[in-house]
């Protein structure tokens, strides 16, 4: 691979992101890390996250929203902050581009942003249940972290 000129890719270390708010309610985990794609089962269950990008000066903080059954990006916001209001914004794209005729499974971390009670507010408004997995278990939000990754190695650390 030398010789060739070739390099692998390391991955670049993570910075801690989901902090868990301790005075929470609780909320179960309506997934069970099922991610099982289902043609059937479009705008039934949802996940999001929050990443951040380093765009060159300071942080770039990415939240998304992820319909598991066709394992598509339908919401979406960026902000140079990791407060409530960007996963409420991520959240409130999602159903106002999907527009969901039921009920709607939204599930995340235990990260304060996600546990907050503008959020949970936020949710029953637009008709949305809210499931969370377990702190620091990030197959309890599998299908978010992958897009990430992905997102991350294929493109983040590859182009300013």
């Known amino acids: 691979m030398r010789d060739a000129g ?5 991955r670049r270390r993570g910075h801690r992101t989901t902090i868990a708010d301790p005075t929470a309610a609780f909320r179960p985990d309506l997934v069970m890390r099922d991610f099982t794609a289902d043609p059937q089962a479009v705008d039934t269950r949802w996940c999001g996250d929050i990443t951040y990008i380093p ?10 929203v992820i319909d598991i059954a066709s394992r598509r990006v339908i919401g979406w916001a960026t902000a ?8 409420a914004d991520a959240l409130a794209t999602a159903c106002r581009q999907r527009r969901p005729a039921g009920p709607v499974i939204f599930h995340s971390d235990r990260g304060t ?6 959020f949970a507010r936020l949710a029953a408004t637009l008709n949305v249940r809210l499931s969370v997995g377990r702190t620091g278990v990030c197959w309890d939000n599998a299908l978010a972290e992958s897009f990430f990754a992905t997102l991350k190695t294929e493109l983040v650390t590859r182009h300013h």
């Open 55 to 64: 765009p060159g000066q300071g942080w770039l903080y990415l939240a998304t």
């Open 80 to 87: 140079d902050h990791l407060g409530t209001s960007l996963a």
């Open 6 to 10: 070739l390099a692998g890719r390391h």
């Open 113 to 118: 942003q996600y546990t907050r009670h503008a």
